[in-house]
């Protein structure tokens, strides 16, 4: 590894150090704000609350029926992670084991839907989730966010099945085993950790998918991001303090769901596609 | 298929599947039926169908009225401009803050924990963003408060309900974001190439430019498209934490606007198109000049 050691570049390491804190800091305290927030009876003009008190969780619980959104948004949840995981699979087998003619426009399909932003595609799919009477319902919200999970899982894949040897299946095979028990005795438990960490990747990139659900969901179909939004939109109906224990609860739901994916993956694939990580 | 004439002597060649198998279609091929037909279906219709329907406007008039309205009426072509504002400056500072940072995190051995942190705002999403931007950055808000108290400013600065407060918004979600990427390319250079730079007596900063750079610039192009395609489709923090009716009124506003207070879905999905086609134009432009700069092997292969 090389050291520099003139004072030009230690000044450069110091700021780059300091502008990395001075991020961080103000991502803390931010959510800070909301942590304290919630707890706040009153609190204004001052850097701490007059005093403190919990009756806001309940209120959120009960002006918001958080219970009613939270179920719905694990059923959807439940729903995207199973449907992606059964169709991305299977495609990413056939994507890792085959060379067919058109394969590489099937993999440009399969990227489109990850490199264009939501918003983008999510107002035409809307326009015709709502004219098939689709928009509004849990199967609309549902079918609307598959639309960049099934790709993503599809790729999160087929590195992961590429890397299991051919001749294992071949092996199987010859001992007379058919598709579905060479899938489930041979494939599946192969595959468990590669199936973990990219479902676990949807789970954690669903719940906080705003744009796709905001646009298809219904007022019984929204799940906790959407009416964290609304909330926010109609701020002044509510107390503060009410929207911010809400938007803890939704803050407790994603970060217990990322502190287990992030026993299985690495940070960073929450951003890229499960990519190689060089040896270091 | 084969240019062979399927005469009678079909019964001594290979059967029709044997053929398919040849070329790799058998059984397992037809596994990714499912998922091509469930993204032909929610995917490449519903654009297929939002252009059509962007031709057909819903008060009547010639194929055009959408685009001509939307280019006629500066409410809405000025979306246009308010996006680009906020998008592409936004990303080039991301860019710019996280390619230093990226390099120096690359030598460091425990990147987990940052990059946990920097996960953080990610999984969070834009809308928990913007909730505790407008408290904190309020004038009431802790981060004003630091700088009554430093005696750096004498009155709170407005930074929520304008300009600053979205900029603010895809800072904190766009830089992680910009950031991760940036490393995974970084990371991706074999050291051996930079210590050969520094054995021959290049400094940092020529090592960086003439060793790095070139092979970076691939990467950094599609990192600056995929930023940027991000930051331009802004929506819940350009309400939330802008003025929506003014300075921030992005495109994505315009669009869910047409779409849902208008039920104008045939200009929604013109407003949508484009969106994708500014979009598009920007990858385009950028990935093109990408094709000035070094392209080879990033790794130092002896010969």
């Known amino acids: 590894m090389i050291r520099d050691t003139t004072l030009g570049s230690k000044l450069w390491a110091a700021a780059i150090w300091a502008t990395v804190g001075f991020f961080v800091v103000n991502l803390f305290a931010m959510i800070a704000t909301v942590v304290t927030s919630s707890f706040a009876t009153r609190w204004l003009g001052t850097w701490l609350p007059a005093g403190w008190t919990t009756r806001w969780y309940s209120s959120a ?35 890792a084991r085959r060379d ?96 973990l960490a990219a479902l676990l990747l949807v789970l954690v990139r669903t719940i906080a998918m705003f744009e796709l659900t905001f646009l298809v969901a219904g007022p019984t179909s929204q799940t906790l991001v959407v009416a964290l939004y609304y909330a926010v939109f ?40 499960a990519k190689q990580q060089p040896a270091h | 298929m084969d240019a062979v004439a399927p ?24 596994l990714i039926v499912p998922a091509a037909i469930f993204t032909l279906l929610l995917f490449v219709y519903p654009f297929a169908f939002g252009f059509v329907l962007s031709f057909e406007p819903k008060a009547g008039g010639d194929w055009l009225a959408n685009y001509r309205r ?4 500066p409410f809405l072509y000025k979306t246009i401009a308010n996006t680009l504002w906020l998008a592409i400056p936004v990303t080039l500072l991301n860019l710019l803050l996280a390619v230093p940072i990226a390099f120096r995190v690359r030598l460091m051995r425990r990147q987990r924990l940052l990059t946990t942190i920097l996960v953080l705002p990610i999984t969070l999403g834009t809308v928990l963003v913007a909730e505790g931007l407008l408290n904190y950055l309020g004038p009431q808000g802790w981060f004003n408060r630091t700088l009554l108290t430093f005696g750096l400013i004498s009155q709170p600065l407005k930074l929520v309900h304008n300009y600053w407060g979205v900029f603010a918004s895809l800072v904190i979600t766009g830089f992680p974001f910009t950031f991760l990427l940036t490393l995974s390319y970084v990371t991706g250079i074999d050291p051996a190439l930079e210590q050969a730079a520094a054995t021959l007596g290049a400094s940092a900063w020529q090592r960086f430019r003439h060793v790095y750079l070139p092979l970076l610039m691939p990467g950094f192009a599609i990192t600056f498209c995929l930023s940027f395609v991000q930051a331009f489709s802004v929506f819940p923090s350009a309400v939330l934490l802008g003025e929506p009716a003014g300075v921030t009124r992005v495109i994505s506003i315009a669009a869910a606007t047409a779409a849902f207070e208008e039920y104008d879905y045939s200009m929604a999905a013109a407003i949508a198109m484009i969106m994708g086609f500014v979009q598009l134009a920007i990858v385009v432009a950028v990935l093109a000049s990408r094709g000035l700069f070094y392209r080879g092997p990033a790794s130092g292969a002896k010969g």
Do not use: C
């Not at chain 1, 449907?83 to 699979?89: D, K, R, T, W």
């Not at chain 2, 939307?70 to 009426?73: I, L, M, V």
């Open chain 1, 61 to 95: 619980w009960s002006e918001f029926q958080l219970w009613d959104v939270l179920i719905v948004t694990f059923q959807v949840i439940g729903a995207v992670v199973f449907i992606s995981g059964a169709l991305g699979v299977t495609a990413a087998y056939a994507l």
């Open chain 1, 100 to 195: 067919f003619p058109g394969k590489r426009l099937l993999v440009l399909l399969f990227l489109l839907p990850l490199l264009i932003p939501s918003m983008t595609f999510g107002i035409p799919l809307a326009t015709v989730l709502y004219q098939t009477g689709l928009a509004g319902t849990f199967w609309g919200v549902v079918a609307a966010n598959l639309v960049p999970t099934v790709p993503f899982v599809i790729l999160v894949m087929i590195p992961f099945i590429e890397q299991i040897d051919p001749k294992i299946e071949a092996a199987a095979r010859v001992f007379g085993a058919n598709t579905f028990k060479l899938f489930i005795y041979v494939l599946l438990p192969l595959l468990m950790p590669g199936i």
């Open chain 1, 234 to 273: 109609a701020a002044g109906v509510r107390a503060v303090q009410s929207i911010d224990a809400m938007a803890v609860v939704y803050m407790v739901t994603t970060l217990i769901w990322l502190i287990i994916a992030l026993r299985f993956v690495n940070p960073t694939q929450i951003v890229t596609r």
């Open chain 2, 7 to 30: 005469a009678p002597a079909v019964e001594h060649g290979p059967s029709l599947r044997q053929r398919m198998a040849a070329r790799g279609f058998d059984a397992v091929t037809l």
């Open chain 2, 70 to 73: 939307f280019f006629s009426d």
